[in-house]
């Protein structure tokens, strides 16, 4: 079975993160097939929103951490940045509807949709640090301006999980529901943004894009470190320690 699945309702296109048991970690295979979807839908007539939820107990835990592992030159993220790009070149609305864990890139596409519904129980986490990383795809450009420097600064530089609320308050989420209300309030979203007029959608979402320019400009910026540090000692030792199940050895993580 796909680990993304595509289901299409009165011009919604619903991409279901679909990898349950791996807690939908998010596979080079994973990535490409959503950038396809996103691609597809923005020249399909009939799709006019696009939802991004997940099965299972949790949003995703993020890359997975075996991809990354692998020293393929950088070309093991070329799928990500298909899909990154992908959405952030997204002309339809993307709605969000976020449970459990919402780990690395879990929040950080997040930054990069247009309206964000969290249940309760959602723990964020922006670990990169933690892994021996840099932020990824402007959130460090983004988070400021969102959520202040502070909060950008303790997400980034301590990598510790957040909840939902303090998402909340720190603009990454629309709104916080009980879990039960989720997809009914997401599925009402998602078809009132449906019946709108098209070419107010289109062009609403286009005038509130206005530093999509300077916000690319810091992906490429993000991304070359990003490649750095991939290859660093301490990367290394942390994928390693990941997949093996054992403690870091602070040692090899300096
Ligand atoms: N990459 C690859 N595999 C992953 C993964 C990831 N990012 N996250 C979870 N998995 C796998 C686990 O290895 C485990 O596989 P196994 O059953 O074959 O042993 C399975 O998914 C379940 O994960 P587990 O850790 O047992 O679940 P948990 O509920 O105890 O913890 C998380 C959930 C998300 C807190 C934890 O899995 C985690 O920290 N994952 C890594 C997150 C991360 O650092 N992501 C990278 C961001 S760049």
């Not at 939802?51 to 020293?71: L, M, P």
């Not at 980034?156 to 998402?167: I, N, T």
């Not at 709108?196 to 490429?220: M, Y």
Request: hydrophobic fraction near 40%; glycine fraction near 4%; aromatic fraction near 6%.
């Amino acid at each position: 079975m796909s680990h993304v699945t595509e289901s299409q309702k009165d011009k919604v296109l619903t991409l279901t993160l679909n990898r349950a048991d791996k807690k939908n970690a998010l596979t080079r295979h994973m990535y490409q097939s959503l950038a396809d979807a996103l691609v597809k839908a923005n020249e399909d007539e009939n799709i006019k929103v696009v939802r991004i939820e997940a099965a299972g107990d949790c949003f995703t835990a993020g890359n997975d951490i075996s991809d990354f592992a692998q020293q393929d030159d950088g070309r093991q993220i070329s799928e990500i940045s298909a899909f990154m790009h992908a959405l952030v070149d997204c002309t339809k609305p993307v709605v969000a509807q976020v449970h459990g864990m919402a780990v690395g890139i879990g929040t950080t596409l997040l930054l990069h949709c247009d309206l964000v519904y969290a249940a309760k129980n959602t723990r964020f986490i922006l670990p990169f640090i933690n892994l021996g990383l840099v932020p990824e795809y402007a959130s460090s450009y983004l988070l400021p301006r969102l959520a202040g420097r502070r909060k950008a600064s303790e997400w980034l530089m301590l990598g510790e999980p957040f909840s939902a609320q303090d998402a909340y308050e720190g603009g990454i989420v629309t709104a916080v529901l009980n879990e039960e209300q989720l997809a009914e309030r997401v599925d009402k979203v998602c078809q009132s943004l449906a019946a709108k007029p098209q070419f107010s959608l289109h062009h609403t979402k286009s005038l509130l894009n206005s530093d999509k320019e300077a916000i690319e400009q810091h992906i490429n910026v993000e991304l070359d470190v990003f490649l750095e540090a991939m290859d660093s000692e301490a990367a290394r030792e942390a994928f390693d320690a990941f997949l093996h199940k054992r403690p870091i050895n602070p040692e090899k993580f300096k």
